[in-house]
């Protein structure tokens, strides 16, 4: 996904909403943000990156020992968020049912509209631009996120689990 292009259309990301990014390592997910900032549809700072509070809590991004308190500490901070009526990312893989389960409740508690942002990209292209990387994610779990989300987080199942709106990441940035 290119940070260049066409800015957001506003409609689809209503203000005050949550959105969950869907998708494997290296797929784009952490550049999507800085789009959205850049437009001005969300603030830097409600933008709740999984590998940031990893690397505050660990010292090192790709440690996933603590990842309880890790995704205990977004949902508070999607609590706050949300309460305060601020368009919410939380920026993390997204790929498991029981983890988007708690942040669609998060949002339902607060009345605000929820959307899926899915990141369908080709593994060849994943593994490239993985092994292009700074931080490595090993080519086996690459490659199974990737299957996860071919699987278990169609833009069907994320509907049936009760997004407001699934939306893959270049239609939001599509003229």
Same mark, same amino acid.
């Given at each position: 996904m290119a940070l260049s292009g066409p800015l957001p259309k506003p409609a689809l990301i209503p203000v005050g909403a949550l959105v969950v990014?869907?998708?494997?390592?290296?797929?784009?997910? /952490? #550049? $999507?943000?800085?789009? &959205?900032?850049?437009?001005?549809?969300?603030?830097?700072?409600?933008? &709740? /990156?999984?590998d940031a509070l990893r690397q505050e809590i660990t010292g090192d991004a790709s440690d996933t020992s603590r990842d309880r308190k890790v995704f205990a500490r977004i949902r508070g901070e999607v609590d706050d968020r949300l309460r305060a009526g601020r368009t919410t990312v939380v920026d993390a893989t997204g790929l498991w049912p029981r983890r988007r389960a708690r942040h669609l409740t998060v949002a339902r508690d607060h009345g605000r509209p929820t959307v899926a942002? %899915? $990141? =369908? #990209?080709? *593994? #060849?292209? &994943? &593994?490239? %631009?993985?092994?292009?990387?700074?931080? *490595?994610? =090993? =080519?086996?779990? @690459? @490659?199974?996120?990737a299957r996860q989300l071919e699987s278990g987080a169609t833009a069907e199942h994320l509907r049936a689990e009760g997004f407001d709106l699934v939306v893959d990441a270049d239609d939001v940035f599509a003229p």
């Amino acid at each position: 996904m290119a940070l260049s292009g066409p800015l957001p259309k506003p409609a689809l990301i209503p203000v005050g909403a949550l959105v969950v990014l869907v998708g494997a390592p290296a797929a784009g997910k /952490s #550049t $999507f943000p800085a789009r &959205l900032v850049e437009a001005g549809v969300v603030d830097a700072h409600d933008v &709740l /990156s999984a590998d940031a509070l990893r690397q505050e809590i660990t010292g090192d991004a790709s440690d996933t020992s603590r990842d309880r308190k890790v995704f205990a500490r977004i949902r508070g901070e999607v609590d706050d968020r949300l309460r305060a009526g601020r368009t919410t990312v939380v920026d993390a893989t997204g790929l498991w049912p029981r983890r988007r389960a708690r942040h669609l409740t998060v949002a339902r508690d607060h009345g605000r509209p929820t959307v899926a942002v %899915r $990141f =369908p #990209t080709p *593994i #060849t292209e &994943l &593994l490239a %631009r993985n092994a292009a990387r700074s931080r *490595i994610v =090993p =080519p086996g779990a @690459v @490659v199974g996120m990737a299957r996860q989300l071919e699987s278990g987080a169609t833009a069907e199942h994320l509907r049936a689990e009760g997004f407001d709106l699934v939306v893959d990441a270049d239609d939001v940035f599509a003229p």
